[in-house]
């Protein structure tokens, strides 16, 4: 058994942050150095992803991989962001079980009133620099989802519009306002 030192002041490095266990009830990202504190999942975002993992199971999508929750994702050896929700394959979960960082290529940000809107869209360049394929971005206040395929090629969505996974799962969809029911 290894034993691990928890640091009880701030990680000043990427190793120091893995190992960090902070005892002030939120969580966060590293980013080249930078903390980004937030406050997890509130009742809102728990519900739109219940929902989601309701279709993606009712779909059976499941036989393909799983969507985590706030799962921890290795970007590059400087960054480590946690989506909302990421879509692993079952071949990615067994790499991650080897030890291996594995990159989703879908996930979901709900994006809550207090989030940055350059810090969003910098999440968004860093997660297609990184592999990721499909990223939505819901808006519950709006109740509006972004669709990314690229940086470039966004499609907005409202009312009955269809937000869709593909490339990635193209079987995974569903309508803002199903999202929103």
């Known amino acids: 058994m290894i034993a691990t030192k928890i640091i009880t002041t701030l990680p000043r490095t990427l190793q120091e942050f893995l190992l960090w266990e902070p005892e002030d009830g939120f969580k ?17 975002q728990l519900y739109i992803y219940d929902l989601l993992l309701d279709l993606f199971v009712e779909k059976g999508l499941i036989k393909k991989g799983t969507l985590v929750a ?24 067994k790499e ?3 030890g291996k960082d594995e990159i989703p290529e879908f996930v979901i940000e709900v994006i809550s009133e207090i989030d940055n809107i ?3 869209e910098e999440k968004v360049t860093e997660y297609f620099k990184a592999g990721v394929k499909v990223i939505w971005h819901i808006f519950p206040e709006h109740k509006m989802v972004y669709v990314y395929t690229s940086r470039k090629n966004v499609q907005i969505c409202l009312d009955v519009d ?17 999202i929103f029911a």
């Not at 269809?162 to 199903?178: D, K, T, W």
């Open 28 to 44: 966060y990202e590293w980013n080249d150095g930078d903390l980004i504190q937030f406050t997890g999942m509130n009742k809102n």
């Open 70 to 93: 706030e799962y921890d994702v290795m970007l590059s050896g400087i960054q480590m962001r946690r989506p909302d929700i990421a879509f692993l394959t079952k071949a990615q979960v």
């Open 96 to 98: 991650t079980r080897e």
């Open 118 to 120: 350059n810090k969003v």
């Open 162 to 178: 269809i937000c869709s996974a593909e490339p990635v799962l193209s079987e995974f969809e569903i309508s803002v306002n199903q």
